[in-house]
């Protein structure tokens, strides 16, 4: 994320769209009723009234709305921004919706930025050069393709084969899976190109005959593929493996992987001593105390005033916030913990004790 113009004075921001995890993180920052503008296109109100709406032609304007409704849509990867328009050249009042790719500039007015926003907004600033990582948790019959950019974990491929067993000959059998590798093989080599890394993981010994096979046919294969041995393939050896801290040093920049990562510390935390808080009131106890040195929330309690009160305690308490997407692995544990949770910097007790705290 690129901030191109900030005038503190109206509250202006302008920004830039770099990476898919800058539409997530666009979509934190807009409240409703702020005034969001962006380049689009409407119909033009100066063709003949009897034309058809269809067939006016559509015009590229800077239009500005006040925003009612704000939508990510990860698969699609863009942000929809509706309401109606407060600036523009025409149609002010009609309701218009801004679609917002990456690459793009928007516009957003704000009165002033949240601790949580500022939080998410100095993370996009951080985020130039965030690697493109894919991963495959690969087994025989079960594997998963998906690329790591940033906040971004993007689907790729979901293999689930029957393979013949000897019960159906030997033949078969290899035929099935010399089939299977192939169709691997054929997958992971598309994405070698616009990728920083390449990560092999799995229960067998599949993963060590992919990594023989791309480094005999791709060249670029040898410096950027690494294999890591996980107990599960498919989706969930891509948690496992995100989660572990096995590759971390491949993984470094990428913050779906650092987000992993930070939820299984506080999950471990939790059940090998005191250096962990959550819910909110005890993780606002913590920061309170001095304690905390990492403080979690869940995005979905961003707009919540006693979740807001705590990241503004949190950033006056200097405690690093780190805002987790609800969506996956890492947000769903951290929901069944209350929606937020805090990393300590030395062995801590709430007051009410620890039964209390979601």
Do not use: C
Not at 98 to 125: C, M, P
Not at 303 to 331: H, K, M, S, W
């Amino acid at each position: 994320m690129r901030l191109v113009h900030q005038d503190p004075a109206s509250g202006l921001l302008r920004l830039r769209l770099e990476t898919p995890s800058d539409l997530w993180r666009v979509v934190q920052l807009i409240r409703p009723g702020e005034r969001v503008g962006a380049s689009t296109t409407r119909r033009d109100p100066e063709a003949p009234a009897d034309a058809a709406a269809a067939h006016r032609e559509r015009r590229r304007v800077w239009l500005v709305v006040r925003a009612d409704q704000v939508e990510f849509h990860g698969f699609s990867q863009h942000v929809r921004v509706t309401g109606p328009i407060v600036e523009g050249p025409f149609d002010q009042g009609r309701h218009h919706t801004l679609d917002l790719l990456e690459g793009e500039e928007l516009t957003i007015q704000k009165e002033g930025l949240s601790a949580g926003e500022r939080a998410i907004l100095e993370e996009g600033l951080r985020s130039e050069g965030e690697p493109r990582v894919v991963l495959a948790a690969v087994d025989w019959g079960e594997s998963t393709l998906v690329r790591l950019h940033g906040r971004a974990v993007e689907p790729v491929a979901d293999l689930n084969r029957t393979l013949s067993g000897k019960r159906f000959g030997a033949g078969a059998a290899e035929k099935d899976r010399g089939t299977y590798v192939a169709e691997l093989v054929t997958l992971l080599s598309k994405e070698f190109p616009a990728a920083t890394v390449v990560l092999l993981a799995g229960p067998g010994f599949l993963k060590e005959e992919l990594a023989r096979r791309l480094t005999e046919s791709l060249p670029e294969a040898r410096t950027k593929l690494k294999v890591f041995a996980t107990a599960e393939a498919g989706r969930q050896g891509v948690d496992e493996l995100l989660r572990s801290g096995r590759a971390s040093e491949a993984l470094r920049g990428t913050v779906a992987a650092e987000e992993a990562d930070l939820v299984e510390r506080l999950v471990t935390s939790l059940g090998g001593g005191r250096r962990a808080a959550v819910g909110v009131a005890e993780v606002t106890e913590a920061v309170e105390g001095g304690a905390a040195e990492t403080v979690l929330l869940l995005e979905e309690r961003l707009r919540d005033p006693a979740a807001a009160r705590l990241l503004e305690a949190a950033r006056g308490a200097r405690a690093r916030i780190f805002i987790v997407r609800g969506e996956g692995p890492g947000g769903r544990r951290l929901s069944a913990l209350g929606g937020a949770g805090a990393l300590l910097r030395y062995d801590w007790s709430p007051s009410k004790g620890r039964a209390s705290r979601i």
